[in-house]
């Protein structure tokens, strides 16, 4: 999914469109329904720049350098569902509805005071993840002794979302070291972004941006140095399965999140890269997430993509809605079922 840098020019230039639906879980849900865990989701409030959107587009449009071209890529089309955002001044209360109905706790990430927020009100709900960046401008970074007062003292639990491949960067970059090694010192899991950014636009909407350093084999050198760090690869590394598999197999400490990816391309292309990893056998390290942001029923669609996938076996559809995550963030999964 593209970082949040991108969602103002997403959403208020297009509807994106999909003209493959899917079923949505039932409405009655209640904590008797099976927990899932939400590994990436956003602190956002209200925005009143939102239009609907339609889940898992069915294609990319080329732009024209002679024009003038916008931000975003996906094409413009009908489809069913639709999502919608949420009413002025209710974006929280209803994400943290849904949450509640479908029995969910989310990983939110965001800036310390934005996700204070949502974990004040929601404090059973909410897991706090923050990063060590001020906005998207390289070198504006937070200094490690305040990140490490987070993390010891004020209740933040996952470092990210670490966004370096905006900047064009790689994960590896020993400018940013630091920060990977006081998560290593904290035993504190790190969820980078990597693979692909923006609606297939990226040139035009951030010229900074480098698909090429979202390839998972950029973290070799970062997880060699940290030998213990925990790492959750947002996006599954999508589309560069081939280097995922291959950072996977060479590394047991990896997990990846399927979060964005989920609902923003194809849905034959969603579900043939979710196959490709537990067919690879890595099923017991694919995590559900939805970059859950603006559409309150984001999170129940994105629920729906894991529920109706034939090719999952119901104990394969468990692990990633619930127990891989549980495992990666070391829940206490006692009570859950």
Request: glycine content about 8%; proline content about 7%; charged content about 20%.
């Amino acid at each position: 999914m593209p970082h949040l840098r991108f969602v103002s020019a997403i959403v208020a230039s297009v509807t994106i469109v999909s003209m493959a639906p899917v079923t949505t879980v039932a409405q009655n849900t209640s904590t008797t329904v099976p927990p899932v865990i939400d590994v990436h989701a956003h602190a956002m409030d209200d925005a009143p720049w939102a239009t609907p959107m339609c889940p898992n587009t069915s294609k990319f449009t080329a732009s024209d350098p002679g024009t003038k071209e916008g931000p975003i890529g996906w094409v413009q089309e009908e489809c069913t569902p639709k999502l919608y955002p949420a009413a002025k001044g209710q974006y929280i209360k209803e994400v943290l509805a849904e949450m509640e109905r479908l029995n969910v706790t989310s990983v939110i990430f965001g800036d310390p005071a934005s996700v204070q927020k949502w974990k004040d009100a929601a404090p059973a709900r909410v897991i706090a993840g923050t990063s060590f960046g001020r906005g998207m401008q390289p070198g504006a970074l937070v200094p490690v002794d305040e990140l490490r007062g987070l993390f010891t003292k004020g209740g933040f639990k996952v470092m990210g979302e670490i966004g370096l491949q905006y900047q064009g960067l790689s994960p590896s970059d020993m400018s940013v070291d630091q920060y990977f090694a006081l998560a290593e010192e904290l035993d504190i899991p790190v969820a980078i972004h990597m693979g692909t950014g923006g609606s297939g636009r990226a040139n035009v909407a951030r010229s900074t941006f480098r698909g090429s350093m979202g390839n998972p084999l950029l973290l070799e050198e970062l997880l060699a140095r940290h030998p213990k760090l925990r790492v959750q690869v947002m996006h599954a590394g999508y589309p560069m399965i081939d280097n995922m598999l291959t950072l996977l197999q060479a590394n047991s400490h990896v997990y990846v999140d399927l979060a964005g990816l989920i609902w923003s391309y194809p849905l034959k292309e969603v579900n043939r890269y979710i196959e490709r990893l537990v067919d690879g056998g890595f099923g017991d390290r694919v995590m559900f997430g939805t970059d859950q942001l603006v559409w309150p029923k984001l999170m129940a669609y994105s629920i729906s993509i894991i529920q109706n996938a034939d090719y999952l076996t119901p104990e394969q559809k468990r692990d990633i809605l619930y127990n891989n995550a549980a495992r990666f963030l070391r829940i206490d999964t006692k009570s859950a079922k």
